[in-house]
């Protein structure tokens, strides 16, 4: 084997200690529910989207026990695509990373149209495919230097965030009355859960780097939860501000609800600083989904679901950097034409079936290897379906179209490689 062709099979570089990975984890999940979710939860819910919140946070819970002990057992980059296929067969494995990879794909759209859309509205478009191409470079260039970014987007991030849950606080114009859940349908519920799951989904980005972590088996399943619990507390303390200083209906309708929180609690100085907090929160957001998605489109093409010139890893910074060019392309050709709404909707449909997956996956564990008590697979299946299936239709019909496409690309390919054989 020639020089030239090592780089295509050669293993990433296991960079990442515990707070590199919960800062990974943190910058995911934190700007996309913040900044993105809570409105259109709000609409679907009113006052109940507390609860709705407290359910997305169950599931997501479940979820990340299970990825967390997968992770441990099987520390390699792809995530519930690698779990799925060692723990439930090779279609199962496709399966989650077909989700995951067009899931999070369009997450990363949603992420790009929110910089465009609070830096510079008028052209939010091509503010969005600036950002996605500027974030691919950082990240062909390292993950370790990618950990580096993300660590100073959380902490600018977290400070904007507690200055707008004290600001709201201390306002005259709070009012315990606005979280009161007298309002809200089942289904309402159920939707707003799947919305705000949308930002919970973040600490898959720690599982899917699991072949970049250092000591995986010790790093992941402390990563996972910490990062899950520090959002978890985040999104609980905001939602609350929200809603007692704008209500519920006037929170359903506003398309920049942190910068009116600021705006009504008679702290006006701070809207540009939460407008820029919006933009940061969604670059770090954007980056760590660009991290994940090109590191299971590794591991699938690894595998030859997708073409094996993406398992190439750069010799250099250690990366697979043409499954982050690739994933860059497409990414900013959808920020350039997609609607934000739909590709958050869609992405959670997607990604709840990702997660569906894992459950599964972690049911079939033993006591010996890390099984987790069987209740937290169960109500994570459960919870992964109903919650998707909640979701709007047009984002349920779009992810069973697009699922039942990779299902049919996954058997015309085996037909092929059976003939072939």
Known sequence: MSDRSKPATAGLRRQLGVFDAVTIGLGS????????????????????????????????????TSSARLAALYPASGGTYVYGRQRLGPFWGYLAGWGFVVGK???????????GFYA??????????????????????????????????????????????????GSKHFEVSGMAPSTGSVAGILQAAGLLFFAF????????????????????????????????VVYALVAVAALGVLGPHRLAQSAAPLAEIVHVAGAG??????????????????????????????????DRHLPGALAAVHPR???????????????????????????????????LVYYAVANASAWTLTRT????????????????????F????????????????????YGIRRRLTSAQG
């Not at 990363?108 to 910089?115: G, Y």
């Open 269 to 302: 100085w701070l809207t540009p600083v939460v407008r820029v907090g919006a933009v940061v929160a969604a670059v770090g957001s954007l980056l760590a989904l660009i991290l994940g998605v090109s590191r299971t489109t590794l591991a699938m093409a690894r």
């Open 105 to 115: 794909t369009a997450s990363c759209a949603a992420m790009a149209l929110t910089v």
């Open 390 to 409: 909640a979701l709007p239709l047009v984002s349920v019909v779009a992810g069973l179209a697009v699922l039942a496409v990779g299902a049919l690309a």
């Open 29 to 64: 999940m934190i700007g996309a529910g913040i900044f993105v979710a809570l409105a259109p939860a709000a609409r679907a819910a009113g006052a109940a989207l507390l609860v709705g919140l407290a359910v997305a946070a169950v599931v997501a819970y479940c979820n990340a």
């Open 317 to 351: 910074f250690g990366v697979p950097h043409r499954a982050e060019l690739a994933v860059g392309v497409v990414v900013a050709v959808l920020a350039a034409a997609v609607d934000i709404r739909g590709a958050i909707g869609f992405s959670s449909f997607a990604v």
């Open 201 to 232: 989904a973040g600490y898959a980005r720690i599982a899917t780097l699991g072949e970049e972590v250092r000591d995986p088996a010790r790093t992941i399943p402390r990563a996972i939860p910490t990062a899950l619990g520090i959002t978890l």
């Open 369 to 388: 290897e890390g099984r987790p008590p069987r209740l937290i697979p169960v109500v994570g299946l459960l919870g992964c379906v109903v919650i998707a």
């Open 120 to 169: 510079w509205p008028a052209h939010a478009h091509a503010v969005a495919v600036a950002a996605v191409v500027a974030l691919t470079a950082v990240n062909y260039l390292g993950v370790q230097k990618s950990a580096w970014l993300t660590r100073a987007i959380v902490a600018v991030v977290l400070a904007v965030l507690a200055a707008v849950v004290v600001a709201a606080f």
